[in-house]
């Protein structure tokens, strides 16, 4: 059974910082590309971050340059979103995605979110 489970979520204040981490199972992980999406009330989902599936290239929304960072563990099949000086802007549920690069099998895979909250 393919599983992603996201975790790390929660609230926290303006300029603080969160850890998000995305948990597969049930597929090959490395040949995979991750993603991390975002999706607000009221607007449509948006890519946030990319990861290559052997984490040599990445790549970023505008809005969180500088402050967000992706990164992932093959050995642990665990891809990983650091967010630090988070803004109320970023409020939003995170999604972790699994996008095929080779291989047999789906050619993508979502998981359920886990809610991030930037708030006083």
């Known amino acids: 059974q393919v599983q992603l489970v996201e975790s790390g979520g929660g609230l926290v204040q303006p300029g603080g910082s969160l850890s998000l981490s995305c948990v597969a199972s049930?597929?090959?992980?490395?040949?995979?590309?991750m993603r991390w999406n975002r999706q607000a009330p009221g607007k449509e989902r948006e890519l946030v971050a990319a990861?290559?599936?052997?984490?040599?290239?990445?790549h970023y929304v505008e809005s969180v340059k500088g402050r967000f960072t992706i990164s992932r563990d093959n050995a642990k099949n665990t891809v990983y979103l650091q967010m630090n000086s988070l803004k109320p802007e970023d409020t939003a549920v995170y999604y972790c995605?699994?996008?095929?690069?080779?291989?047999?099998?789906?050619?993508?895979?979502w998981g359920q979110g886990t809610q991030v909250t930037v708030s006083s």
């Open positions: 995605n699994a996008v095929k690069v080779r291989g047999s099998g789906p050619s993508n895979y």
């Open positions: 049930g597929f090959t992980f490395s040949n995979y590309g």
């Open positions: 990861i290559s599936d052997a984490g040599g290239i990445t």
